[in-house]
């Protein structure tokens, strides 16, 4: 069993950065591929990024490929999303997940772990 915890998120004005935090406990984090989904109202939670267990392999959606920045640090069991120049279009509930596996995913239907999720809200 895993247990995940997001924080980070908020309100913020378009053109503006937030980091993401997504805390794991309950087993070997570092055997643990991660994922990153957001949630808008009224719409299907969709794939934002992954990055494998051991940090190396990374993939993001092209709406925020070139903005946002995934990253590991196994030794604090923590995945972050850096995100940069933020816009209204990203604002939704970011969800983090985890598999028991190598390499990176990309479909919801692949974690097995989720966290509850961190508000972010970008303002025009």
């Known amino acids: 069993q895993v247990q995940l915890v997001e924080s980070g998120g908020g309100l913020v004005q378009a053109g503006g950065s937030l980091r993401l935090s997504c805390a794991a406990s309950g087993r070997t984090f570092s055997n643990y591929a991660m994922g990153w989904f957001r949630q808008a109202p009224g719409k299907e939670r969709k794939f934002v990024t992954t990055?494998?267990?051991?940090?190396?392999?990374?993939f993001y959606s092209d709406s925020v490929k070139g903005r946002f920045t995934v990253s590991r640090d196994n030794a604090k069991n923590t995945v972050y999303l850096q995100m940069n120049n933020l816009k209204p279009e990203d604002t939704a509930v970011y969800y983090c997940?985890?598999?028991?596996?190598?390499?990176?995913?990309?479909?919801?239907?692949?974690?097995?772990?989720w966290g509850q999720g961190t508000q972010v809200t970008v303002s025009s």
């Open positions: 997940a985890a598999r028991r596996a190598g390499g990176y995913y990309l479909s919801l239907k692949s974690y097995d772990y």
């Open positions: 990055i494998s267990a051991g940090g190396g392999s990374t």
